[in-house]
């Protein structure tokens, strides 16, 4: 017999099987009918091989794992079992060796095992994923009774309860594993919250428990309705599909919704854009909703089987009140229809939860019965001052209000009292720095500011916790921040149009004219110090007083501080850093005095730095001679743009060497003791920003801000503050470096090009890939037309900065102040400029075009 011509034959119908079900599928998208097809297909070509390389005698094949359950994904493996009635011969060996290379050669990718019964069982009882592989074991070939035995001792030796704990645990960790959220930017459709590996593990929790296989069979059990189950039936037929389009889309096995293909995959459903969202963020928001809706009855299907397994005698139950009582530590009801009958206490068993925290969950029956109620959450109910008052009551308790809030955004019961919040679940943020949709955004701002409240978490932000605690309720800053964004994805100005909606809760919840008015101003306004304190000057008087005259009050300027530092640090981890912390901080404290009568001009300003940063040089000896000999070579600018600490500390480095031959660079720990200042004085010349940028770029260091200054004879004076990438860096060992590198450098005649070097290392994230966005250039003039104000936005890239110092370099434009604001994959920057070619409107354009091309890089890479 020709064993290879044979197995080319197998090999070909095999080919042509999955082929015809691929066109089948793409005909009419069946995911059930699609998967078993592929196993029928592999279940007959292994039929067929197993003619040519037979089994040993008294052998048989089995299925076991997704295989077994009768499911086969285009690019999954085949998990076999060859299962012996004793330990193999080497004659045995050596034809199963042959077998599994002709497994090989069929194209099929096997994750096999030969055992016997008594093996299996042994591994099993070690190994909690080999015992649920084998629980799904499926007869293909060989003895049909020795597979029949081997299913009755695996059920014999299966132990219910340990097997819940068992699987409990493994789904613990794996949702830790994916950050304990459905809501993930590029989900796994198999192993994250709410996708398919949650509904296998009721399926395995049931079985092991003796409530069925399937979801007809469970519901029967009486662990699900018939409409639970109906729910579940479409959503796994949904997750199954989009793992099918996966895999085939990547011509692999890919269960990850990846940037790239969330594109391709809208287009293969045929989705299209609008003109405020983009058709992947229509199929991911659809993602979300269904995941949702598997981690809640996954939440409620696994504490059912769990209380039925572990009988909770009656005794252990605590009235709370008429409707609610406490069951082992979890808010229970007394009545299953009780939320039907009176809808009123759907919201008030949140605040229940809130008022008794002994309760740590809700018991199944609770959950169960809020989800199939929530529909009663209509216009009316809405209009109930009592619902009103409940709502604001929960708003209001001293503890539980982020629970509260993520158990009724998850029971699908916050969506529906507030409906434009519904808008927002599951709504993606293409902006590059955001890694939660909108509505998981909005809540860790909610978390961010109560832990402001706890005096536990103080020590993170000191001034925060305090002025929190100051501040006259606070919670009214939880209702701010549930509206900040809740605009997001209609098109038009997300801050106006969240303002009007937050002066409409406002009114109709009876909120005070001066309250209604805060929550107006902190949406409307939620980005406005930020940007400030990152973008502009706040050396600048004028900067601080048309700031404090836009907040108008300390409670909006406390209460505008507090979302602000809330909603920074809840849109990435990657986004907040010390610096930026120092900024607001600073924006704060200077809008506090004016806003405090304490107005004060240039003039002001500029006596008391020099007061003092006299005083403080005087502190380490220095005598005012000294002092006055180098100060004398600067002028106003240099005081308005440093604050006292860092003239001092310039003053003590550099008055003995006014006039150096060699570049002068010292750097120290600063902002919490995260960051690095360095100071550099050297001659000024024209590529001295730049050539200090590629520096700072190849020692992976993120400039935060920077001031370029020249003295009056001619030297220049500049200032950076910079991050290392890497946080594990020894700061002080790292500006010992530092100083003795950048001085060598600066003190070397050639240029190293940024545009070159960093040429090679230029690639764009999967983000930044995806979701390309054209950068922006705008550039004006100050009042007296003195200086410029250049901003870019732009996706960030190693060598950006070094290679727009270059850029200004070409141009002959000089630099006095940048700003440097990092969000994640995006950059924001501020510079203030100068130079002839800004005064001439023909080369402005060509140094605007030269800046917007520099900028693009990542874009024509991404492309």
């Known amino acids: 017999m020709n064993t290879s011509a044979e197995l080319q034959k197998i090999r070909q119908t095999l080919k042509q099987k999955r082929d015809f079900a691929i066109a089948e599928f793409r005909r009419k998208p069946n995911a059930e009918r699609f998967v078993h097809e592929l196993r029928r297909a592999t279940d007959e070509a292994l039929r067929q091989l197993l003619r040519n390389y037979p089994l040993p005698k008294q052998a048989a094949l089995a299925a076991v794992g997704g295989y077994g359950r009768g499911e086969l994904y285009p690019y999954s493996d085949v998990d076999l079992l060859i299962l012996l009635d004793k330990p193999p011969s080497a004659a045995d060996e050596a034809r199963l060796s042959e077998l599994v290379a002709a497994l090989w050669d069929l194209g099929i990718e096997p994750g096999y095992s030969v055992r016997t019964i008594d093996d299996c069982i042994k591994e099993a009882e070690s190994d909690i994923t080999v015992q649920t592989c084998l629980l799904e074991t499926r007869f293909i070939t060989g003895r049909r009774n020795l597979v029949n ?72 059990s009486g662990l699900l309705t018939n409409q639970e189950a109906n729910d579940l039936r479409r959503a796994e037929s949904a997750f199954k599909r989009l793992r099918i389009e996966l895999h085939l889309l990547a011509g692999r096995r890919e269960d990850r919704l990846v940037f790239d293909m969330q594109h391709a995959l809208a287009n293969v459903y045929g989705l299209q854009a609008t003109d405020t969202r983009r ?21 409620v299907l696994v504490q059912s089987i769990e209380e039925s397994l572990f009988d909770v005698p009656d005794t252990a139950a605590r009235q709370i009140d008429e409707c609610f009582f406490d069951l082992n530590g979890r808010l229970d009801i007394h009545e299953p229809e009780l939320f039907e009958r009176h809808p009123d206490q759907m919201l008030r068993a ?55 809030l993520r158990r009724m955004t998850m029971l699908n019961i916050l969506p529906r009292y507030l409906p434009v919040f519904r808008r927002v679940v599951g709504q993606m943020q293409h902006d590059l720095f955001h890694v939660y949709t909108v509505d998981q955004h909005t809540l860790q701002v909610i978390r961010n500011l109560r832990r402001f409240t706890m005096p536990e978490h103080a020590q993170e932000y000191p001034l925060a916790s305090r002025l929190m605690a100051s501040l006259e309720r606070h919670w009214l800053l939880y209702v701010a921040a549930l509206f900040h964004d809740i605009a997001k994805g209609r098109g038009g100005d997300h801050s106006e149009l969240g303002a009007v909606e937050v002066r409409r809760f406002a009114r109709d919840h009876g909120l005070s004219k001066d309250d209604t008015e805060l929550v107006v101003f902190l949406v409307r306004q939620h980005l406005l110090m930020s940007q400030v304190a990152q973008k502009q000057d706040l050396s600048n008087p004028d900067v601080i007083q048309s700031f404090a005259k836009a907040v108008g009050t300390t409670r909006r300027l406390t209460a505008l501080y507090l979302l602000t530092v809330a909603d920074i640090r809840g849109t990435s981890p990657k986004v907040w850093n010390a610096w930026k912390g120092k900024l607001l901080e600073d924006l704060f404290h200077l809008a ?38 180098f100060w004398n070579k600067l002028d106003v600018a240099y005081f308005l743009r440093h604050d006292a600490p860092d003239i001092a500390w310039h003053t003590r480095h550099l008055y003995y060497q006014v006039s150096p031959d060699s570049a002068v660079v010292k750097a120290r720990p600063v902002i919490g003791g995260s960051g690095l200042q360095i100071m550099v004085y050297t001659h000024d010349q024209k590529d001295l920003f730049a050539r200090i940028c590629d ?52 003190g070397d005649d050639g240029l190293i090009s940024a545009k070159s070097v960093n040429a090679s290392t230029k690639r764009a994230s999967r983000l930044s890939r995806a979701f390309p966005f054209a950068p922006v250039v705008e550039l004006q003039p100050d009042e007296g037309s003195q200086h410029w104000r250049l901003a870019v936005v732009a996706t960030d890239r190693p060598g950006l900065l070094a290679d727009l110092a270059h850029t200004f370099t070409e141009f002959n434009v000089s630099l006095q102040m940048a700003k440097v604001m990092t969000l994640g994959e995006r950059v924001e920057d501020v510079f203030v400029i100068s130079g002839e070619v800004l005064t001439q409107p023909r080369q402005q354009r060509q140094f605007q075009r030269a800046i917007f091309e520099t900028l693009s890089v990542e874009l024509a890479n991404a492309a």
């Not at 809405?382 to 009103?388: A, F, G, I, Q, V």
């Not at 009568?597 to 005087?618: F, I, K, P, Y």
Request: aromatic share 8%; proline share 3%.
């Open 350 to 404: 949140f605040l229940v939860m809130q008022q008794h925290p002994e309760l740590t969950a809700m018991t199944a029956r609770t959950m169960r019965a809020l989800w199939h109620a929530r529909r009663l959450i209509d216009a009316e109910f809405r209009r109930k001052p009592c619902n009103k008052e409940t709502f604001l009551a929960i708003l209001q308790q001293p503890q539980g209000i982020v629970h509260a």
């Open 149 to 220: 035995a081997f299913n009755k001792a695996m059920l014999d030796h299966l132990d219910p309860k340990a097997f819940y704990r068992a699987k409990l645990a493994e789904m613990r960790q794996r949702h830790v594993r994916y950050q304990e959220t459905p809501y993930a930017l590029e989900p796994n459709c198999k192993e994250s919250p709410g996708g398919l590996r949650d509904l296998q593990v009721i399926r395995w929790m049931a079985k092991a428990a003796g409530f069925g296989t399937s979801w007809t069979q469970i519901a029967k």
């Open 279 to 299: 058709a992947s963020e229509i199929l991911m928001q659809r993602y979300y909703w269904a995941a949702r809706l598997v981690t809640q009855l996954n939440t």
């Open 592 to 629: 506090q005095s004016v806003l405090g009568g304490n107005a004060e001009s240039a003039n002001t300003v500029l006596q008391q730095r020099l007061q003092e940063a006299t005083r403080l040089t005087r502190l380490v000896g220095l005598r005012d001679e000294s002092r006055e000999a």
């Open 695 to 746: 520096y700072l770029g190849r020692k992976g260091l993120d400039v935060q801000d920077a001031r370029i200054h020249t003295t009056r004879h001619g030297y220049a004076l500049d200032s950076f503050v910079v991050l290392p990438i890497n946080a594990q860096h020894d700061l002080r060992s790292l500006a010992d470096l530092i100083e003795h590198e950048l001085a060598n450098t600066l």
